[in-house]
């Protein structure tokens, strides 16, 4: 919507420049136009040095060849009018309907107007007054006369005019800019709908009608897409959960019958040790499965989020002590750090995942330092949010797989190291948080949980 | 009511045994039979169950949620219409899990598939006893043990030594009360608060310092070098050494 305020403004604004140029450059064009002709016309005709040549000669008058020249090619005629009585005393070419003797309004109105229809200029003479005349119909006489003040005040009235102008050219554009700003403003919903994803009907009627049927086209279309990805997404989720589910009755005979050979005392203990392994197998399978059918759970949104007031303090002691309790070996130092600001931080989360989260990450330092590491597990507040750091001084991460984790390209990918990392990574973004994951420089890894 | 009476114990029960799974059903009946329980019934489907639950009246049923003809969450709400025997669920998906979790469904107990034998017997024994054995016949037992040479009766609160005899206040009693109940394995310091002050222990710190002083004053022979009651920095305290009487 700003977008299209902005547009009308520099529509506006435009049409103003347009039209203001326009006065501009028609004025202009005047101004030439009336100089120009003005001069061509002076050019071939100066009355008073046709005028002045003319000299009173004993007792008639001549004309240079000139001037007389001049007055023939011109088509035109002279007279002189004697001061004294009215009468012509001197002609050339003179037409036949054109008088002998004037009186003062004669002279008066001709002056000003026309002589039976021909257009004359006249000058002073020291004899009389010398009338030269064109032909008929050959010049368009206009005699001007304006109040003092009228023509006083010229300038401002100028300016007057170029702003009313400017004004009016403003108020034109804006009002069609409006008309256009209103057809326009569903169209931009209509964009933004689309956007934001949600369903979009515009009415298709007026003048932007067939970009209204483009935009509900697209948004048709995204729908559809949309919904074949989400019924993709969910056919794959339930695939998954369907196979984790088909594995697991069977899995739950092998893990029976070979706990029962595992502890079956007639057995040799060769025997017993092989059935045990096939147990413990058996065992990372089930973790495995319900990893699997966990991580595609979370990559979709399908796994509920069972939100409560979680004490994460207690809920990292308890995840420690429970590693420790379930026989944790000696090789091991298994830390919990409390800062001070965090003994008492309660995010809302789901405490099942929470809790599975922090223990993949302790059960991750473990799995990849057999030969036993100091684990640390550290809780404080940084800018409000709860950062959560487990890091040990062990191997650490390849460079490659530290890059997979950092910036995950495809997040479900089943890596050769479980998903236990990218299971923690789902369960913080499910929390709204952050994941971090890096090598330590004096050796050993840490993995940083910022949770809101 | 008669039937309680005539139980001699939880092996009595006869069991009801629902799954569609041939080879898990005997596996199941295997580990029930070495386990002790005699009167084992299998059915195969909802309609099967339904049947057998008229004719025969289980004293407990293990039930599995995924039948072919039905799911097991229907098949119990139609059982609780008539009966409270106890149920225990086998489920193999993870969706199950939150059904289960999230309505009361009135099932005893679940367990996920894949089980270990013990998993299963554990529990199963667990909701039987509950069902036909309840703990108020019992409760007037607790335990009494012993810590070196000092004997520990969690009945009178009494803590005897050879020529004395302390009686534990009632916090110092919570504590050790949970703490022999997860002997060996340490304690969190935020579960000995809920046990003693039902609070988290954000403010409890150095309330629960002086009552395991206290306690150590009372049971151990030399209190500022404990054997038994050990503090596990950072996280809470182990109560080891303990002998059942």
Redesign the interface.
């Given at each position: 919507m700003k977008n299209l305020m902005k547009i009308l403004t520099r529509y506006v604004l435009s049409a103003a420049g347009v039209a203001l140029i326009l006065l501009v450059v028609n004025f202009a064009a005047l101004i030439t136009w009336t100089t120009q002709s003005g001069k061509t016309v002076r050019k071939n005709y100066d009355i008073a040095q046709i005028a002045d040549s003319l000299l009173r000669s004993d007792g008639g008058y001549t004309l240079p060849e000139t001037a007389r020249n001049k007055i023939e090619t011109n088509r035109q005629w002279a007279m002189l009018i004697d001061n004294n009585s009215g009468t012509v005393i001197w002609s050339l070419n003179q037409p036949s309907e054109v008088p002998q003797s004037y009186t003062v309004s004669d002279v008066a109105g001709f002056t000003r107007w026309y002589l039976n229809g021909y257009p004359v200029t006249v000058w002073k003479h020291p004899d009389g007054l010398f009338v030269l005349g064109n032909e008929k119909d050959s010049v368009w006489k206009y005699c001007v006369t304006e109040p003092m003040a009228i023509m006083d005040n010229a300038g401002v009235w100028i300016i007057i005019i170029l702003i009313l102008n400017s004004l009016v050219a403003v108020l034109l554009a804006l009002l069609f800019g409006l008309r256009l700003f209103r057809s326009l403003k569903p169209l931009a919903k209509g964009i933004e709908d689309m956007a934001e994803k949600r369903p979009v009907e515009l009415s298709t009627c007026g003048l932007l009608g067939d970009l209204a049927a483009g935009i509900n086209d697209t948004s048709a279309q995204l729908k559809r897409q949309e919904a074949a990805l989400s019924k993709r997404d969910n056919a794959r989720t339930t695939w998954i959960?369907g196979i984790?589910?088909d594995i697991?009755?069977?899995?739950?005979?092998?893990?029976?019958?070979s706990?029962?050979l595992e502890e079956d005392a007639e057995l040799p203990q060769s025997k017993r040790e092989q059935a045990g392994i096939i147990?413990r197998q058996?065992e990372r399978i089930?973790t495995l499965v319900?990893d699997l059918?966990?991580a595609s759970?979370l990559e979709y949104d399908m796994q509920?989020i069972r939100r409560s007031e979680i004490?994460l303090?207690?809920l990292l002691?308890?995840t420690?002590?429970d590693f420790?309790?379930s026989g944790l070996s000696d090789s091991y130092d298994l830390?919990?750090?409390?800062k001070e600001d965090a003994?008492?931080a309660m995010i809302s989360g789901d405490e099942e995942l929470l809790r599975r989260a922090v223990s993949n990450l302790i059960a991750n330092c473990i799995q990849h330092n057999p030969n036993g590491c100091a684990i640390k597990v550290t809780l404080e507040k940084t800018l409000g949010n709860c950062s959560l750091t487990v890091s040990d001084n062990g191997v650490g991460f390849k460079q490659e797989m530290l890059d997979d984790l950092n910036h995950p390209k495809n997040s479900a990918r089943l890596e050769n190291h479980g998903l236990g990392l990218t299971i923690v990574r789902q369960i913080i973004k499910a929390h709204g948080g952050i994941t971090k994951f890096y090598n330590l420089a004096e050796g050993g890894c840490t993995v940083v949980l910022s949770l809101p | 009511m008669t039937v309680v009476m005539k139980m001699k114990d939880i092996f009595d029960c006869k069991l009801l045994m629902v799954d569609d799974?041939p080879?898990?059903r005997k596996?199941?009946n295997?580990?029930l039979r070495?386990e002790g329980f005699v009167k084992i019934i299998s059915a195969s489907n909802c309609n099967e169950a339904r049947q057998i639950f008229i004719h025969e009246k289980p004293d407990g049923v293990i039930l599995d949620v995924?039948l072919p003809d039905g799911d097991g969450f229907s098949l119990l709400s139609e059982i609780r219409t008539t009966s409270a025997v106890p149920v225990l669920f086998l489920s193999?998906?993870?969706?199950d899990e939150?059904r289960l979790l999230g309505l009361g469904l009135g099932a005893d107990d679940y367990i996920?598939?894949?089980?270990?034998?013990?998993e299963l017997t554990l529990r199963l024994r667990a909701v039987l006893s509950r069902a036909y054995f309840p703990v108020i016949l019992k409760r007037t037992e607790k335990p009494i043990f012993r810590l070196g040479k000092t004997k520990i009766d969690l009945n009178s609160g009494a803590v005897i030594t050879k020529n004395d005899q302390l009686m534990l206040t009632a916090k110092e009693f919570a504590l050790l009360e949970k703490l022999y109940e997860?002997r060996g394995?340490?304690?969190?310091?935020?579960?000995l608060c809920r046990a003693a002050w039902s609070d988290?222990?954000?403010?409890y710190e150095n309330t629960l310092m002086v009552h395991i002083r206290r306690l150590r004053e009372k049971i151990e022979p030399e209190p500022s070098t404990p054997r038994y009651l050990l503090t596990?920095r950072?996280?809470?305290y182990k109560l080891t050494g303990v002998e059942d009487r």
């Open positions: 959960a984790s589910h697991r009755t069977p899995l739950s005979i092998v893990m029976g019958y706990n029962q147990r058996s089930k319900s059918s966990l759970k509920p004490a303090a207690a002691r308890q420690a002590v420790l309790n830390d919990v750090i409390i003994q008492n | 799974e080879e898990l596996m199941v295997e580990i070495r995924s193999a998906r993870d969706e939150n996920t598939k894949p089980f270990l034998p013990r997860n394995n340490i304690v969190t310091g935020d579960s988290n222990l954000y403010g596990v950072g996280l809470g």
